[in-house]
């Protein structure tokens, strides 16, 4: 099976950026969609955002559209989450996973794998 590692989370300012990585340990990513999703405290699990490991389409949630951005690299088997424009809001912890399922996946429970997460902290 495959794992998937986050890093890349921090303390950031409001408006700043943060590049989240995430890599596989195991198996590879090839042939799953991988997706991004964050938990805020006391706020259920939210999707942020999806990606075809092998034909790179994309999804996002229209809270984050246009600010981040979702891609791979397969030569080091690693999904980015680019996070622009960062604002207060997007202060969560941080959850990459992959399902074995094709498609705009933004439904958690559909992904097989997650990470251990980690945390995005946007200041004012």
């Known amino acids: 099976q495959v794992q998937p590692v986050e890093s890349g989370g921090g303390l950031v300012q409001a408006g700043g950026s943060l590049r989240l990585s995430c890599a596989a340990s195991?198996?590879?990513?090839?042939?799953?969609?991988m997706g991004w999703f964050r938990q805020a405290p006391g706020k259920e699990r939210e999707f942020v955002a999806t990606?075809?490991?092998?034909?790179?389409?994309?999804y996002y949630a229209d809270s984050v559209k246009g600010r981040f951005t979702i891609s791979t690299d397969n030569a080091k088997n690693t999904v980015y989450l680019q996070m622009n424009s960062l604002k207060v809001e997007d202060t969560a912890v941080y959850y990459c996973?992959?399902?074995?399922?094709?498609?705009?996946?933004?439904?958690?429970?559909?992904?097989?794998?997650w990470g251990q997460g980690t945390q995005v902290t946007v200041s004012s």
């Open positions: 195991g198996r590879t990513f090839s042939s799953y969609t």
């Open positions: 996973a992959a399902s074995p399922l094709k498609g705009a996946i933004r439904t958690g429970f559909l992904y097989d794998y």
């Open positions: 990606i075809s490991w092998s034909g790179g389409t994309t």
